[in-house]
Every structure is written in structure tokens, then in C-alpha cells.
């Protein structure tokens, strides 16, 4: 297969190798996921090593799909939060079972795979003004930068301004900070995978301060494969016809949904990826990568899929296409031989890259004017929204009500997409129910 006219690599001002160092990126960002997803699924009776192959192969599946189908740079996974929501909601909250669980998941799949063959999703990402989808990214940026902080322990909890700045000369902030420091001066040098190298260059500072845990890397621990087995097709059918189920359901595939459309809203924003008209080409075939990333998960026993925001990294690392995403998608197979090798890279190494990100992300709003306060109040809500509630779903909402109610009082509500009033209804909708 050539590389270059099939992902359009050139096309779209990019290289091989460009690509495959982004991909490379992204997937050192995302791997955490890896070792986090099985503690939080295990807590529900889960097997932590069957739930660590099925991460990996849903991973791999659905970005596979992002980079064959769709062709963007956008990396795949089971989502955090929605991890969180299945564990500690559902099944320890609720006290389901994770079987019952994993069926809210298939259904859950299924319906994304209708809305999207309906057009439902793009229609819903189409909607949403320019203007508001570079505040979108900007928000992300924010978000992003802000996990990189907490994961170093720059940032910590205050149980009286509900954040205050950690112990800096720790061991991870002080790995966090000098690779903060590399990238920035790669960067400045102008030196072409600047986010892996750094990575990499903090990973290893963290093995001489303890950061780093090598852990076990004989040859023994890197041939031998997790089983599927305990979690494969584990599903009960017995309470979907409940008012648990609708509520479930229906929390599930507002966040999934709208954590995806953001992602790939800010994503391709900063990778110069939307049309003349500020719409994805391609989001038609995204979100039926996350469809299927979704029944693929529920059939092999972890939570729902969703594009992830660190994609961002590997799109300021200069990915453009598919390839970067393909790359990804190899990775996490090869995961699966080599956990070990790939699981010994600390937090605090990868949260220099977020960081960092987060600026390229933020840059996104030198495209818009504030001026115009009917869109400048909606891109300020939407910006603060995302970090501060940890949430881009509630981000996106609060952008959307801000829009439309604006909009309608200013006498301008002709000029808003109808599905974007719906959407602001919908919206509104769901705060005061669950109030």
C-alpha cells in the first residue's frame, strides 16, 4: 500500500515520518489508560487482566477504523470518566452487576452507530457556530493542561479554594518540570518531535528519583498474552427494560456524545482540518470509529470508547492523516506483548506534554473576535466551562445555552441552527431534571 496516496500525506502537508512520530506522541499521552482503566473496572469484580486486553483491543479496533476510514489523526480508547461512571455509578452506586454494565455499553454502541448512519451526530457537530468551535479547543487546551498539572502534582486538591499549587520540589513535579523544560527548548530549536523526545528524556530523569518504576522486564513478563477470556461476552439482558436502564443510558450517551464531538471539534481546529465552512469532512466516518470502538468494547469486557483529547498532542506533533492514527492503533496491539515496556512511562513524564499542548491549543482563539458579545459571552462560558467543571460535555452546554438564549433575547434567534435551539432545550432540560 503507498502510504502517501492513500492517507493523502502530502496532500495534506505532512510526511511518513512526520506522521508516525505524531502517532508515536499521542499514544505515549494515551497509554496511561492502559494501567488506569483495569484498577477502576476491577473494583467492580472485573478480571484487571482480562479488562487490560480489552482495553487494548477496543483501543486498537476503533483507532484502526479512525485511520483507515476516516483518515484523521485522532487516537481512540476506553474514556476516563465514563470508566468512572460504569464502576463506581452503575455497579458500586446502583449495585448492578459489570455484565449489566457491559450491555449498557452494547446498546450504547448500537445507538451511536444508528445516529451516525442517520446523520444525527454530524448534523449535531455541524450546528455548532466557528466561533464557538475555537473556544471549544481553547476550553480543551485549558482541560488538558490542567490534568498535566494534576497528574505532576503541581496542582493538588484544597479543601478551602478547592485547588492551591503542590510541593514543587517533589520527585514528579520536579521530572514534570524538566521536561516541561526540554520540549521548550526543543521547540524554541526548532527540533522535530519535540513532545516524544521529551517524554521519553522525562522518563528517564524520573529513573533516578524514583518516578520512573522499571518494574519487572524479563523476558518472560513481555511474551505472555492476557487472557479475554473472564469478560468476553459477559452480558445481561434481564434489566433493560427498567428506569435505571433509561437513566443509565441516557447519562451515558449524553457525555460519550458530546465529549466526542468536542474532542474532534477541538482537534481538528488546531489541525487545520475543518472546511471553508468550519464543518469536518470526515466526521461521519469518526463517529462510526467510536460506534464500533463501542460494541467492540462491550463484546470483549471494558467501558465505552471515545476519541481521546490527547490526540491534540500528536496534532501539534504535525499529524495530519490517518497514518498517525494507524500508528496508534499498531501501538496498543503491540501493547499487548509488551505492557510492561510501555506501562513503566510515569504520569509526570507525559504531563510536561500536556502542557504543552494546552498552549498549542489555546492558540485557536487568535481566530476569533470577543467583540461581538452575542458569541464572545457563549466562547468565554464554553472556554471556562470545560476545566472548571472537568467536564467538555458540560463545557459544550453551557456554550450552547449561553448561544441561543443570547441569540433569542438579542432578537438574532433567526440566524441560530434549529439544532442548535433543540439542543440548548435538550440542555436545559437535563440540568433541571437533575436538580
Not at 475555537?134 to 484544597?158: C, E, K, R, T, W
Not at 469536518?280 to 462491550?298: E, M, R, Y
Not at 495530519?320 to 506483548?337: E, K, N
Not at 448561544?403 to 433567526?414: D, E, N, P, Q, T
Amino acid at each position: 500500500m503507498d502510504l502517501n496516496s492513500y492517507f493523502k500525506i502530502k496532500e495534506k502537508g505532512s510526511s511518513v515520518r512526520t506522521e508516525i512520530m505524531a502517532g508515536l506522541t499521542t499514544f505515549m499521552t494515551m497509554a496511561y489508560i492502559l494501567a488506569v482503566n483495569p484498577t477502576i473496572l476491577s473494583a467492580t469484580g472485573m478480571d484487571a487482566s482480562s479488562v487490560f486486553a480489552a482495553t487494548a483491543i477496543s483501543s486498537a479496533i476503533s483507532t484502526l477504523v479512525m485511520a483507515l476510514y476516516a483518515n484523521l489523526p485522532i487516537g481512540l480508547a476506553p474514556g476516563m470518566g465514563i470508566n468512572a461512571f460504569f464502576a463506581y455509578s452503575v455497579c458500586l452506586g446502583m449495585g448492578y452487576s459489570w455484565q449489566f454494565g457491559l450491555t449498557v455499553v452494547l446498546i450504547e454502541g448500537f445507538i451511536f452507530i444508528f445516529l451516525t448512519v442517520t446523520n444525527l451526530r454530524e448534523s449535531i457537530l455541524n450546528c455548532i457556530p466557528l466561533p464557538l468551535k475555537h473556544a471549544i479547543s481553547a476550553g480543551i487546551g485549558l482541560f488538558i493542561a490542567f490534568i498535566g498539572l494534576q497528574s505532576s502534582g503541581i496542582v493538588v486538591a484544597n479543601p478551602a479554594t478547592l485547588v492551591s499549587m503542590g510541593d514543587i520540589a517533589s520527585p514528579k513535579a520536579f521530572v514534570t518540570v524538566i521536561g516541561l523544560a526540554a520540549i521548550a527548548i526543543m521547540l524554541v530549536r526548532g527540533v522535530r518531535g519535540a513532545l516524544l523526545y521529551g517524554i521519553f528524556f522525562a522518563t528517564i530523569v524520573g529513573v533516578f528519583n524514583g518516578v520512573t518504576q522499571l518494574g519487572d522486564l524479563s523476558f518472560s513478563s513481555l511474551i505472555s498474552l492476557p487472557s479475554v477470556a473472564p469478560t468476553f461476552w459477559q452480558f445481561d439482558f434481564s434489566q433493560i427494560f427498567t428506569t435505571d436502564m433509561l437513566i443509565i443510558l441516557s447519562t451515558l450517551l449524553f457525555v460519550d456524545l458530546f465529549d466526542t464531538v468536542g474532542t474532534l471539534v477541538g482537534v481538528a481546529t488546531k489541525g487545520n482540518l475543518l472546511d471553508e465552512n468550519g464543518k469536518l469532512p470526515q466526521a461521519k466516518q469518526a463517529f462510526f470509529a467510536d460506534a464500533i470502538g463501542s460494541v467492540v468494547a462491550a463484546i470483549f469486557g471494558t467501558s465505552a470508547v471515545t476519541s481521546y483529547v490527547e490526540s491534540a498532542g500528536g496534532v501539534a506533533a504535525g499529524g495530519r492523516t490517518g497514518l498517525t492514527a494507524l500508528t496508534i492503533a499498531c501501538l496498543f496491539t503491540v501493547s499487548l506483548l509488551l505492557a510492561p515496556i510501555f506501562l513503566i512511562i510515569p504520569a509526570a513524564a507525559t504531563a510536561s506534554t500536556l502542557i504543552i499542548v494546552g498552549l498549542f491549543m489555546v492558540t485557536s482563539l487568535k481566530e476569533v473576535d470577543f467583540d461581538d458579545y452575542a458569541l464572545g459571552i457563549p466562547m468565554f462560558v464554553t472556554i471556562l466551562g470545560i476545566p472548571l467543571t472537568y467536564s467538555i460535555a458540560n463545557g459544550i452546554a453551557w456554550g450552547i445555552i449561553s448561544y441561543v438564549v443570547i441569540y433569542l433575547l438579542a432578537g438574532r434567534i433567526k440566524k441560530v441552527h434549529p439544532l442548535a435551539t433543540i439542543l440548548a432545550v435538550l440542555f436545559i432540560a437535563k440540568y433541571v431534571f437533575a436538580l
